[in-house]
């Protein structure tokens, strides 16, 4: 019975492309954010790049700003 709700779920690791979409970003943005360390946290699976929805859901709540001024 769990494995058929699981079934039913959105899978909670994203690829980079997914990500991407998410945060509204091109893939090029997150890749080069990736590189400089600015992005989201990630998690490697082998040889793939995976982006856990939690983590990017923490990485958005991070930016939150009240004005232009706020610092970074």
Known sequence: ?????RKDQDPPF?????AAAWLRLTKNTLEKMRVQGRGPVYRKHGRYVRYHIEDLVDYSKASLRRSTSDAN
């Open 1 to 5: 019975m769990a494995d058929d709700a």
């Open 14 to 18: 994203l690829n980079t492309v997914e």
